[in-house]
């Protein structure tokens, strides 16, 4: 009877020592048990200076585009140098001629642009007045 109370104390020692286990499984949704945080390295030297934020801004780029299947046909360039913007673009009309736009764009002025149309719709053809009897087919 004594070996069974000395080994019924070892074992409630060793299950009081072990401290609780909990569920196994998914924990929920609460905050982690860490202890200690991740220590990141620096990866890049920051930069010092990226320049002057003030400079005055300048480009420029043009493009065109010639379909004779679908019968598009435009152009436009443009360029800029500071605070002053010009530039141009063409394109065909579905009446045939070419509409011309030049620009240019300032603080002092403001947007003005000058329009041009080159070439000449063709006339408007004569036309046939229809009896709406004789078109629907009513009689």
Not at 29 to 47: C, H, K, L, R, T
Not at 111 to 116: C, H, I, S, T
Request: net charge negative.
């Amino acid at each position: 009877m004594l070996s069974v109370q000395v080994v019924g104390l070892f074992v409630l020692c060793a299950v009081v020592d072990s401290g609780y286990i909990g569920r196994a499984g998914r924990r929920g949704y609460g905050i982690a048990d860490i202890e200690s945080y991740p220590e990141y390295n620096q990866v890049a030297v920051p930069v010092t200076s990226a320049g002057s934020y003030n400079s005055p801004p300048k480009y420029q780029y043009d493009y065109s585009v010639s379909d004779p299947h679908t019968g598009d046909h435009k152009a436009q360039w443009e360029t800029r140098d500071g605070d002053v913007v010009r530039g141009a673009y063409s394109l065909a009309e579905p009446d045939g001629s070419t509409r011309i736009v030049e620009y240019t764009a300032d603080k002092i002025h403001g947007f003005r642009a000058v329009v041009r149309k080159i070439g000449f719709a063709p006339s408007p053809q004569g036309y046939k007045e229809l009896n709406s009897v004789d078109y629907f087919g009513f009689h």
